[in-house]
Nanobody
Framework: MQLLESGPGLVKPSQTLSLTCTVSGGSIEIKSYAWSWVRQSPGKGLEWIGAIASRGNTYYHPSLRSRTSIFRDKSKNQFSLRQDSVTPDGPAVYYC??????????????WGKGSLVTVSS
């Protein structure tokens, strides 16, 4: 199974960050698994953003919930991240990954290579 992130590497402050993860070698609708987004900034640990489960239920980090949405396109076997009103808090690498349903929805096994996003004017 492979996951591949795509999206712009530069976003202006207060605008919207949009990333898409294309999954190959397995369906995003398979039961017992969910699909999540995490990010890592230089010098910081992984920050879990949110996840979408096999039936489409979504789960978000409480501090990001108000401006984050995760959705999917089943026909393309893709899931996407949207974050509104981004702030210039430094570059971060965004990863999509497969998670386990019913638990913490943190990354389980398969990961994308990561997509570097910088918020800057």
């Amino acid at each position: 199974m492979q996951l591949l992130e795509s999206g712009p590497g530069l976003v202006k402050p207060s605008q919207t960050l949009s990333l898409t993860c294309t999954v190959s070698g397995g369906s995003i609708e398979i039961k017992s698994y969910a699909w999540s987004w995490v990010r890592q900034s230089p010098g910081k640990g992984l920050e879990w953003i949110g996840a979408i489960a096999s039936r489409g239920n979504t789960y978000y980090h409480p501090s990001l919930r108000s401006r984050t949405s995760i959705f999917r396109d089943k026909s393309k076997n893709q899931f996407s991240l949207r974050q509104d009103s981004v702030t210039p808090d430094g570059p971060a690498v965004y990863y999509c990954d497969r998670a386990l349903e019913g638990g913490s929805y943190y990354p389980l096994d398969y990961w994308g290579k990561g997509s570097l996003v910088t918020v800057s004017s």
